[in-house]
């Protein structure tokens, strides 16, 4: 099960840190990845972070902007989100990701409102 949580409203230039807790057993083993779908669109990739959190991978849209982080004795993944714009604007998910870090595989758990008013 995958909690996501951190959303919220901030303007336009402001910033966010969304956590995503894993009740699993296994999350110390998994790749995981925050993705993100906004109204009337696709779910998309945002960032991916390896096992041992060195590895991280971003999606060009936030890259300098995001970063993705995690603790894996907290079983849980960050997503630190600087210089926020309103096409930010979404809900975000955490999954566990495939070897190539962008695509998901498992369950979404629940996601988190991001807001980013102009």
């Known amino acids: 099960q995958l909690q996501a949580s951190g959303g919220g409203l901030v303007q336009a230039g402001g910033f966010l840190r969304l956590s995503c807790a894993d009740s699993?057993?296994?999350?110390?083993?998994?790749?995981m990845g925050w993705f993100r779908q906004a109204p009337g669109k696709e779910r998309e990739f945002v960032a991916g972070?390896?096992?041992?959190?060195?590895?991280?991978y971003y999606a060009d849209s936030v890259k300098g902007r995001f970063t993705i982080s995690r603790d894996n004795a907290k079983n849980t993944v960050y997503l630190q989100m600087n210089g926020l714009k309103p096409e930010d604007t979404a809900v975000y998910y955490c999954?566990?990701?495939?070897?190539?870090?962008?695509?998901?595989?498992?369950?979404w758990g629940q996601g988190t409102l991001v807001t980013v008013s102009s």
């Open positions: 972070v390896g096992q041992s959190g060195v590895n991280t």
């Open positions: 999954s566990t990701v495939q070897r190539d870090y962008v695509s998901p595989f498992g369950s």
């Open positions: 699993g057993r296994t999350f110390s083993t998994n790749r």
